[in-house]
Structure formats: C-alpha cells, structure tokens
C-alpha cells in the first residue's frame, strides 16, 4: 500500500467517524429540542384554550350544559374541554372522545385506528382541557428537519473528504518529485541531489542520501586509486624482477647470482609496497580495526620499537619514562604509525647517527604527542607539506613514499595530526599527535625495554 492510499484511508476513516459522532450527536439533541419544542406548543394550547373559555360569557356556559360547543379544528391538532362533572363541555374533533378524555395532568401518549397521539391534559378553575396532536405530523416534521440539517452537513463532508485528497497529493508531490528525480539518474552519477524547494520535513531524508552519495564516491575514488597506485608502483619492481630472472637465465656463475639477489630484493620491495598499499586502503576505507587489546601508550612504544629495523635499533634514544595513559586508537594502528616514524628517521639519517624518541602529555587537550627526530640532512621548509603525501619522495630518499601517508591517514581517522619540523641542529622531526580515551590519564611509568642492548636513555628527552 502506497504512502499516500495510506495516509487517505487513515485520515479520511478518521474524519468520518469524528464527523459521524457530532452527527449522531446533533441530531439525537434535534430531535430532542423539537420534541421538547411541539409538546411546549401543545401545552401552550391548552393553556390558551383554558384562557379563551375563562372569558365566555354566562349565556355560553348555559348553552354549554344543554349541548357540547364546537371549537373550530385545527389540522394535527385537536382539544376537548370536560367540566368537573366529566361532561364535554367544547371539543374539536366528536370522533376522539377516548383519545381526549380527562386523564391525569401531564403528557401521555395515546393511539386509536393506528394512528398515535401526543395527549396533554391541564386541569384550571374546575375544568379539565385535553389537547393532543398526531404523531406522524411530528415525524414529517421531524424528516423536513433533518432533511435541511443533513444536506449541507453532507456536501460538508464530501468537500472536506476531496480537500483531504487534494491534500494529501499536493503534500506528497515533493516526493514524487524526488522519486522522478532518482529514477531518471544515470547509475554512474554520484552527485548530490539538489535540495531547492525541498521540504522542511523531507531535507533530512535528502541530505542523507547525499551523504550516503558522498561515502559512495569517495569508497569509488579510494578504490581507483588503489588501483593505479597499484598499477603504477608494482610495474617498476614487476619490470625489474622480470630482467634480473632474464639474465640470471642467460648467464652462469657470479652474475647468476647476483641477478638472483637482485629479484629478491625486489620480490622484497614489492611485498613491502603491497603490504603498505593495503594497510593505507584498509586504514582510508575505515574497516574496523578493533581487537579488544587497551592501546597504552607504554605498550605502543615497546611494541613498535620491537618492530622497528633491527639492525638500526641501537641508534634509538629513548626517555626514562612513558606517560600512562590509553590512546583512543586502535593498538594495531597506533603501533604502525609510531614504527613507520621510526623506521622513516633510521633510513633517512646518516649512518650512526642517534634518532631521539620522545612523547609529550597534553592533560588539557586529552593528547598525546609522539616526536621521533633524526640528524639526517632534513627538507627544505618548503617541502615539509608535501612529505605526508603519497609517492612522494625526495630526490635523494629511497622508499615506496607510503609510510609517511599511512601515519597521516591513521592521524586523520581518528583526530589526530602528524607534522613535521626543522629543530635546530638539523635534521627532521616528525610529531604525532593522538587522541586518549578521557578519564585514562595517569602517572608517567618508566619505559619498558623490549630489547635493551644497543637501546639507551636519554636524560635530556623525558617527557614534557
């Protein structure tokens, strides 16, 4: 059932019962107030037939006792006057002597051949008046009544009915006017809907779906990005792989060999671009990386130091201590964000050179800052915005150019921010800025040393 078969079923069964009971209601009272009306009349009739026979002059009454006076009828109406003997002393009708005889005071319904009676009897100076009119005069009456009451009160109802309709299709045209709109859209067109001269009520529905157009395109967007970042970076390695198997074919002894170290170090790199270009696809397209696992500072550092190259971790200097406290970043991303860092400033830095690792607890702002800074040569300041982009790379740098992008998209997902500066002295340090869950704040404890040879403390870097 359509929206709009609905909404005139229900407002129109609505409208006509509501109408049906007033009706009900007006004509039960009608009918009452005309009752009480026609019996007021014919209780004013006897009252005013007992005035009219109090004026008679005496030479009436004599006439009176030797015969019945005639009163002129009246059509419906009737009257009898007894004396207080019980003899007739005036009477309309000579017919009616059971339907007008002198009863107790009051109304009474009578009937005689068929027809029914309203009778009242009023009792004044001796006299007993009975005056009655007939029932299917009242109930004539009673129909042209109703008949003028429920001709205006149906046309009423009927114009009220087609206004509803009327409404209820003019209300429900925007709709109509959205469901064209979607329907003569082309599959592949991701704009938004236009919102002029939507409705108030209706807007909410449409901003939402344009949301929802909105997520779609950038899941689309982030999908073909994928795919020709993964066109274009896997070529070169696959290209390189392919020439180095070539010539290991070709040739024998040393250079076979080489040729075959050389295809695993790209086999190497290859694997290293994929799994970045996954984690960056997974980390953009907002999967669910949730295990269940508190992400504590302290923990994030152990681990991703752990995973940092471990030919290069002795050049790692580290705080006395880590602030406590629990990042509202799932661990598993959190841990890859700090490593990408720290492996970024051991590559980059010249051989030998010490990479400091420090944090620092913002308690106002509910964040926890993470700067991991090399001795390398650095960037220009002018090339510090374009390090978080993807591909990017310096000329003198080696890399796929996805460590950094996967740090800034990791910060962005969940409030975060990943900057870069020149500190004085050279080099390059990059601060990573995460939210922490609120209440979770706490004293600083000392640094866990996952693997302590080669990794020493720095005095100077606690945390601030």
């Not at 006299?127 to 029932?135: E, G, N, Q, S």
């Not at 982030?222 to 020439?243: G, S, V, Y």
């Not at 796929?400 to 969940?414: D, H, K, N, T, Y």
């Amino acid at each position: 059932m359509s929206l709009r078969t609905r909404l005139v079923l229900t407002l129109g069964a609505t409208l006509l019962l509501l109408w049906g009971l007033a009706a009900a209601w007006l004509m039960r009272d009608l009918y009452q107030q005309v009752e009480a009306t026609l019996d007021q009349r014919l209780a004013q009739s006897a009252r005013m037939v007992s005035g009219l026979m109090a004026q008679l002059p005496v030479e009436v009454w004599e006439q009176a006792d030797r015969r019945a006076l005639s009163i002129p009828p009246i059509e419906g109406l009737a009257c009898q006057v007894h004396s207080p003997r019980g003899e007739i002393l005036a009477r309309t009708h000579s017919d009616m002597q059971e339907i007008l005889k002198a009863s107790a005071p009051g109304h009474a319904y009578r009937e005689e051949g068929g027809v029914t009676w309203r009778v009242f009897t009023y009792q004044r100076n001796g006299l007993t008046i009975t005056t009655a009119d007939r029932m299917d005069e009242r109930d004539l009456l009673m129909r042209n009544v109703l008949e003028v009451a429920v001709v205006p009160f149906v046309v009423a109802l009927a114009g009220s009915l087609l206004a509803l309709w009327i409404g209820v299709v003019r209300g429900l045209a925007p709709l109509e006017r959205l469901r064209d709109a979607l329907a003569r859209r082309h599959p592949d067109a991701l704009a938004p809907v236009a919102t002029h001269g939507v409705p108030r009520e209706i807007r909410p529905l449409v901003e939402s779906l344009n949301g929802l157009l909105a997520r779609i395109q950038q899941a689309i967007v982030r999908e073909q990005r994928f795919t020709n970042d993964a066109a274009h970076e896997l070529r070169t390695p696959l290209t390189a792989i392919k020439t180095h198997l070539q010539v290991a074919r070709r040739v024998e002894g040393e250079a076979a060999h080489r040729a075959l170290d050389h295809a695993e170090e790209g086999v190497a790199r290859l694997t290293r671009t994929l799994d970045q270009l996954l984690m960056l696809a997974r980390v953009e397209g907002r999967v669910h990386f949730e295990d269940g696992e508190v992400s504590r500072a302290a923990d994030v550092v152990a681990l991703a130091l752990r995973d940092a190259r471990a030919s290069e971790r002795a050049r790692l200097t580290l705080p006395n201590a880590w602030p406590d406290g629990e990042l509202a970043v799932p661990r598993e991303l959190a841990i890859t964000a700090l490593r990408n860092l720290v492996d970024n400033a051991l590559r980059h830095g010249p051989e030998g050179s010490p990479v400091v690792v420090t944090s620092r607890l913002d308690a106002a702002g509910g964040a926890l800052t993470f700067c991991v800074r090399d001795h390398g040569p650095g960037v220009k300041e002018a090339e510090l915005e374009q390090l978080p982009r993807r591909f990017w790379r310096a000329s003198s740098r080696q890399g796929s150019g996805l460590g950094l992008a996967i740090v800034a998209a990791i910060a962005e997902r969940f409030g975060g921010r990943l900057a870069f500066c020149r500190p004085e002295g050279g080099g390059l340090e990059a601060r990573l800025t995460l939210p922490l869950t609120p209440d979770t704040m706490g004293p600083v404890h000392p640094a866990r040393q996952e693997s302590p040879q080669g990794i020493h403390d720095n005095d100077e870097g606690d945390p601030r």
